[in-house]
């Protein structure tokens, strides 16, 4: 499970997700994308989030102890608008739940 943050949060602040999904046979991939947590200064968000999602499913291709074709998403606030955004455009992605993403 891929696991985006919103605008203003970091990845360390997501454990209970982590858990939550750990518990259930989930492996978990959660990162700061760009212009969030520790890239907050150094970059800026990307419009095109799904660019991020398509590099972070890539990485996990590689791995040998991830089921690549079982890959879902999860974002929470500003990521619960994204984690939709994402799937949509990147076909890899067999999963998607938002939280308390606005997406009028």
């Known amino acids: 499970m891929l696991f985006i943050s919103g605008l203003d949060s970091a990845k360390e602040e997501h ?6 999904f750990l518990q259930r046979g989930l492996a978990t991939l ?3 994308g760009p212009g969030q947590g520790e890239t907050w200064y150094r970059m800026k968000m990307r419009v095109d989030f799904e660019v991020t999602a ?4 890539d990485w996990l291709r590689g791995r040998g102890d991830v089921d690549d074709t079982r890959v879902g998403i999860c974002g929470v606030s500003l990521g619960g608008y994204l984690a939709p955004r994402c799937a949509a455009f990147e ?11 606005d997406t009028r």
């Open 54 to 57: 398509t590099a972070a499913i």
């Open 30 to 32: 959660t990162l700061d």
């Open 15 to 20: 454990a209970t997700f982590e858990r939550f």
């Open 91 to 101: 076909p890899r992605l067999k999963a998607v739940a938002s939280c308390g993403g």
